[in-house]
């Protein structure tokens, strides 16, 4: 059974920084995108990032463009988001979700393994 475990959310102020990580655990990780994806109260769920797990090419939508930073590290089998600059309308529940996206800013949000989520919250 994969496992998908995020961590790294919390209540920050506008204009902070946060780092998400999410590990994963018994996935074959060749050819495997990994997809953030955040959910606001209220409203569908997002796909801001996707990262090829192979050669680590990316994407961003726009929201996040030149805010966010999606990497991995193949040896901790782990996926990060660095989130800077925050702002009050970035709030939302993160997920972590392996197979859920491609880099060509395809975002399949039933798809793939998903974690529990993290809560990231800025005030304004």
């Known amino acids: 059974q994969v496992q998908v475990v995020e961590s790294g959310g919390g209540l920050v102020q506008a204009g902070g920084s946060l780092r998400l990580s999410c590990i994963v655990s018994?996935?074959?990780?060749?050819?495997?995108?990994m997809g953030w994806v955040r959910q606001a109260p209220g409203k569908e769920r997002e796909g801001i990032s996707c990262?090829?797990?192979?050669?680590?090419?990316?994407h961003y939508s726009d929201s996040v463009k030149g805010r966010f930073t999606i990497s991995r590290d193949n040896a901790k089998n782990t996926a990060y988001l660095q989130m800077n600059s925050l702002k009050a309308e970035d709030t939302a529940m993160y997920y972590c979700?392996?197979?859920?996206?491609?880099?060509?800013?395809?975002?399949?949000?039933?798809?793939?393994?998903w974690g529990q989520g993290t809560q990231v919250t800025v005030s304004p």
């Open positions: 990262i090829r797990w192979t050669g680590g090419s990316t």
């Open positions: 979700a392996a197979g859920s996206c491609r880099t060509d800013g395809s975002y399949y949000k039933n798809a793939g393994f």
């Open positions: 018994r996935l074959n990780f060749r050819d495997v995108y």
